[in-house]
């Protein structure tokens, strides 16, 4: 791997772990009561969309980083993650651009598919659970490859995992916002 490569994977996974981070920060406040939630939810509701934005875009950025530039094939479940990420960068863009917020729903159907397609990759990768067929197709890797372990639990499908999580996250606070 070169140092780029290197420098890059490092970024992207302290990335994933700032993230899971702001995810358990988020289920504390909300298990902790109404008035915590409220402090959130009033904090970061009418930014919840740019993050949301931010976060997909960060995610389609990387896998292809990791395709196109680290040289890294995907297998049959990435292409499922990716083609259940890629969307969501427009869709954001779009409804930040008009200033809508009624696609939440979308959004958050997007993201619970792709949160458990890619926990099953993690978990297959990781020996957790046993593999469904998802041999190597053509020029596709296999599912259970791992390219990339950082601090010793982060592989690109955890990254996609925390990615659609923290993604789903921020539209149940935007929904949450509207109801209030």
Known sequence: MTPFISSVNQALSLLTIAA???I????IAFLLGKNQRSKIISWLGP???TFS???ALAATLGSLFYSEIAGF???????FQRILMYPQVILLGLALWRRKKDIGDYIIALSVIGAVIAGYHYLL???????????AVGYSASCSQVFVMSFGYVTIPLMAFTAFILILMLQIVIKRDHSL
């Open 125 to 135: 990768q990781r020996g957790a659970v046993p593999a469904l067929p998802c041999s």
């Open 73 to 79: 094939e995907p297998c049959k479940l990435c292409w």
């Open 53 to 55: 934005l931010v976060v």
């Open 47 to 49: 930014k919840a969309m």
């Open 20 to 22: 899971q981070i702001l």
């Open 24 to 27: 358990v920060v988020f289920l």
